[in-house]
């Protein structure tokens, strides 16, 4: 991609400039959409050259995030529907770019992150799952920033798991429905998340004109502001992202 030019450099440290660090949102979440569309935009015969374009982006946005004091990032890489639906050389493809381009760049020493995990995992090919997993493991002692890779993910599979994990606890320590029903509060359902130590979004972005969630973080959306941007995930450009925050602090002050 052309290197962004003088206008455009100035532009973003004046909208940089502008945000209150105060408002600033402390989870940021991105569904990454628009990989294939893009490419075809761009004149690629193969859409799915897409999906490399868009992992190599993933490394801007942590980039972005932790230069603005941004310290957890969720992005929706995979929902369960994509994985069923869409053609099997498309996921492998998209797979790979995983294991090649983000899994190996967040291992690499110089990044600060810390990897985690939503989704259901056995739902991935057993080589992607394992170089996710190993690169949990990998980044667990770092004191950076947190970065949540949901994949295989769906909202509300989520709930439905923390629920059944909520049930399955109390009962182990014989509690009984009834009784769990009685003193049953959200706070106990949003401990048995994926990532319960984590903090709720604040703001939720998704690129390529959807508006709609598409099972994004159901849960965790109830108290977040949503913002959604027509530009394809490739090309969502740091002033996209400025943007994005400037339109948040609003809402916050308002």
């Known amino acids: 991609m052309r290197a962004p030019g003088i206008l455009y450099r100035w532009y973003a440290k004046r909208l940089r400039r502008k945000l209150d660090g105060d408002r600033l949102p402390r989870h940021v979440a991105v569904a990454m959409d628009g990989n294939r569309r893009w490419a075809r935009q761009q004149g690629f015969a193969d859409p799915g050259v897409g999906h490399r374009y868009g992992a190599e982006h993933l490394e801007d946005l942590l980039d972005w995030c932790a230069a603005i004091g941004i310290g957890h990032v969720t992005v929706y890489v995979a929902s369960n529907d994509n994985l069923v639906k869409r053609d099997g050389g498309e996921i492998a493809h998209l797979m790979a770019m995983i294991e090649s381009i983000c899994v190996e760049r967040l291992v690499r020493p110089g990044s600060r992150w810390r990897l985690h995990l939503a989704g259901r995992l056995d739902h991935l090919p057993d080589s992607t799952a394992h170089a996710l997993k190993a690169a949990v493991e990998a980044t667990a002692d770092r004191d950076g920033g947190h970065l949540t890779v949901a994949i295989g993910y769906d909202g509300q599979d989520e709930i439905v798991d923390a629920v059944r994990s909520l049930l399955e606890s109390e009962a182990s320590q014989g509690t009984t429905i009834g009784e769990l029903a009685a003193r049953l509060t959200a706070a106990d359902i949003g401990a048995h998340r994926y990532t319960p130590d984590l903090p709720e979004a604040d703001l939720i972005i998704r690129t390529s004109g959807e508006k709609r969630l598409s099972s994004f973080l159901l849960w965790q959306s109830a108290g977040a ?22 339109d948040y602090a609003k809402r916050r002050a308002a």
């Open 225 to 246: 502001e949503l913002y959604f941007c027509d530009v394809y995930w490739p090309g969502f450009r740091q002033v996209d992202f400025l943007r994005a925050l400037r």
